[in-house]
């Protein structure tokens, strides 16, 4: 009987181990997801506007960025636009304000508490869930992401 509990123990162990080692990769993975759709972001931006400098960005769209080379290649799919969550990557144009929106939807709650504070300053505004957001204020971006989300960027 002794050498049984040891045995089982040992399992017990190592499963502990394996879940620990699992976490530890899931997090890492998911802070890859975020830094990359940061930079993707960044640079997005920066080329939409040298693009559109001195003209309306009421014609960007999707397929307008794609043709143009503005789209970091890690968003583009066979399928269009995607984030690193397998989500959506809108982007659209507001001639009328002289803005445009980039738009991310399947974001995970963890990670959309953290891309709604991203470079709040170099943003128009951001929008959690449709709700328009101060990215200093951590209390109302916790309580506006929800399990899944969707971000808009809205850019000048």
């Not at 899931?26 to 931006?45: A, D, P």
């Amino acid at each position: 009987m002794g050498e049984l509990s040891g045995i089982i123990g040992r399992l017990l162990i190592s499963l502990l181990i394996i879940g620990a080692i699992a976490g530890g990769i899931n997090y890492g993975i998911s802070k890859l997801n975020i830094s990359t759709t940061q930079e993707n972001l960044v640079i997005l931006r920066m080329q939409i506007q040298q693009f559109f400098s001195g003209t309306s960005y009421g014609d960007l769209s999707n397929e307008v960025a794609i043709n143009a080379g503005l789209v970091p290649e890690s968003f583009v799919t066979d399928n269009g636009l995607k984030n690193a969550w397998g989500g959506d990557v809108t982007l659209s144009g507001d001639a009328s304000n002289g803005t445009f929106a980039i738009e991310l939807t399947n974001i995970p709650q963890s990670e959309c508490t953290q891309m709604a504070r991203f470079q709040g300053d170099a943003w128009e505004g951001i929008d959690v869930n449709g709700t328009p957001i101060d990215s200093d204020d951590v209390a109302a971006i916790a309580n506006a992401c929800g399990e899944t989300n969707s971000i808009i960027y809205t850019v000048r």
